[in-house]
């Protein structure tokens, strides 16, 4: 219980208006690369600016290392009650008649908090709260069967193409992880059938045109070593890995938007980009994502 927390190492910061307490900013999460939870802590709150406008308003999912990244972690959904206050809620009703109380991340004190409750990786929802059944994003997950990210490339450059073909603007983004994210903005019009309909269809064409490079076949045995293209994601409740997020891999890697130029590098690969040297890429480029709300196109149902 909280009351069996005791008070030491545990420390108060700033962050914005808001107090949040840290306790254990000494814990290794991170065995391989020696990365503490204040190290964290402290690239969250940096990062803040640019991943913010991308988790906005929208539900997010924690996923939770208490005992660091060696140890399995867990996805916890539901908002507890001692959370403190400045921590925006949204209730969302579940099909089996309960509420899940989600979080919003909309401030550099909430990321800190949740960093601190050793949330490692945060993962957003596909739509907004002021409007929830309806995505304003697409999202195609490219996941390759091995380790030839080669391929993964590939399929992301074709992707491009016929998502642009649609008169839709394509955006990319490393997972951190084995995979690349290529996602579209859209106008929210359309309920999240529809959206995942629309992405099958796309999906369908690109494997129709390339299918010794990809599938769409769900088991992992059946793949015959093709990148597998999931559309699955586009779904009331699914959620993808947000922006920027750090994914529990031995030096912190993290999700990167990307531009496209990167995807035509050889040398790419999923967890190039980490909390050390992300600032770097930062200082010179700005955000790969910075003007996708600007991109909001309407789709052409077939």
């Known amino acids: 219980s909280l009351n069996d927390i005791k008070e030491v190492d545990m420390t108060r910061i700033k962050v914005g208006k808001y107090n949040v307490s840290i306790s254990h900013e000494s814990k290794v999460l991170f065995p391989e690369s020696k990365i503490t939870k204040k190290q964290l802590i402290d690239y969250y709150i940096r990062i803040a600016p640019y991943m913010l406008p991308?988790?906005?308003?929208?539900?997010?999912?924690?996923?939770?290392?208490?005992?660091?990244?060696?140890?399995?972690?867990?996805y916890h959904k539901n908002v507890p009650n001692y959370f403190p206050r400045f921590i925006q809620r949204f209730p969302i009703a579940r099909s089996d008649g309960g509420i899940v109380q989600y979080i919003m991340v909309n401030t550099q004190a909430t990321l800190a908090y949740l960093v601190n409750y050793n949330c490692i990786t945060l993962h957003a929802w596909l739509s907004r709260v002021d409007r929830i059944?309806?995505?304003?994003?697409?999202?195609?997950?490219?996941?390759?069967?091995?380790?030839?990210?080669?391929?993964?490339?590939?399929?992301?450059?074709?992707?491009?193409?016929?998502?642009?073909?649609?008169?839709?603007?394509?955006?990319?983004?490393?997972?951190?992880?084995?995979?690349l994210h290529v996602i579209t903005p859209i106008i929210r019009t359309y309920p999240f059938d529809a959206v995942r309909a629309f992405a099958l269809k796309?999906?369908?064409?690109?494997?129709?045109?390339?299918?010794?490079?990809?599938?769409?076949?769900?088991?992992?045995?059946?793949?015959?070593?093709?990148?597998?293209?999931?559309?699955?994601?586009?779904?009331?409740?699914?959620?993808?890995?947000?922006?920027?997020?750090?994914?529990?891999?031995?030096?912190?890697?993290?999700a990167c938007p990307l531009q496209w130029s990167?995807?035509?590098?050889?040398?790419?690969?999923?967890?190039?980009?980490?909390?050390?040297?992300?600032?770097?890429?930062?200082?010179y480029y700005g955000d790969a994502w910075g003007l996708i709300n600007t991109h909001k196109k309407r789709l052409r149902l077939m």
């Open 262 to 283: 990167d995807v035509e590098d050889p040398n790419l690969y999923s967890s190039r980009y980490t909390i050390a040297n992300i600032w770097d890429r930062l200082d």
């Open 133 to 179: 059944t309806h995505p304003d994003r697409i999202i195609f997950d490219l996941d390759p069967s091995g380790h030839n990210f080669d391929d993964v490339r590939i399929v992301a450059l074709y992707l491009r193409e016929e998502i642009m073909s649609h008169n839709l603007s394509p955006y990319v983004m490393s997972t951190g992880n084995r995979g």
């Open 54 to 74: 991308h988790i906005k308003d929208r539900p997010v999912a924690m996923q939770r290392f208490p005992e660091g990244i060696g140890n399995e972690g867990f």
């Open 202 to 254: 796309i999906a369908t064409t690109l494997q129709r045109n390339h299918k010794q490079l990809c599938t769409l076949e769900i088991h992992k045995e059946k793949r015959e070593g093709k990148v597998f293209i999931d559309i699955l994601r586009n779904a009331f409740g699914q959620t993808s890995v947000a922006p920027y997020a750090v994914r529990a891999t031995p030096h912190a890697s993290i």
